[in-house]
Nanobody, 124 residues
Framework: QVQLVETGGGAVQPGGSLRLSCAASGLTFTIYAMGWFRQAPGKEREFVAAITWRGDVIDYADSVKGRFTISRDNANPTVILQMNSLRAEDTAVYYC?????????????????WGQGTQVTVSS
């Protein structure tokens, strides 16, 4: 049974940082591209960042470029999203996703498995 478990969410003030982790189990992690998405209340789920299984190709949404960093540890099946300079508009539930493909998609339907999500709230 595939499980993706996100941790690290919480409440932070604007300009602050959070580090999200996604622990994967039940799948051959090294053949999956991984992605992070987010969904704010009343909005569609949107792409945040993705990384190939090798970690050699990374993509970011324009809204987070220069502030967020995605990385992965294939030895300990985990994908990380380091979020710096957080803004109120980053408030959302953040989801980890796995895609059995060499090239990660920016669309939710390009992913095979999803975590339950972790809440990130940026507010003063």
């Amino acid at each position: 049974q595939v499980q993706l478990v996100e941790t690290g969410g919480g409440a932070v003030q604007p300009g602050g940082s959070l580090r999200l982790s996604c622990a994967a189990s039940g799948l051959t992690f090294t053949i999956y591209a991984m992605g992070w998405f987010r969904q704010a209340p009343g909005k569609e789920r949107e792409f945040v960042a993705a990384i190939t299984w090798r970690g050699d190709v990374i993509d970011y949404a324009d809204s987070v470029k220069g502030r967020f960093t995605i990385s992965r540890d294939n030895a300990n099946p985990t994908v990380i999203l380091q979020m710096n300079s957080l803004r109120a508009e980053d408030t959302a539930v953040y989801y980890c996703a796995a895609a059995r493909t060499n090239w990660p998609s920016t669309q939710p339907n390009g992913y095979d498995y999803w975590g339950q999500g972790t809440q990130v709230t940026v507010s003063s």
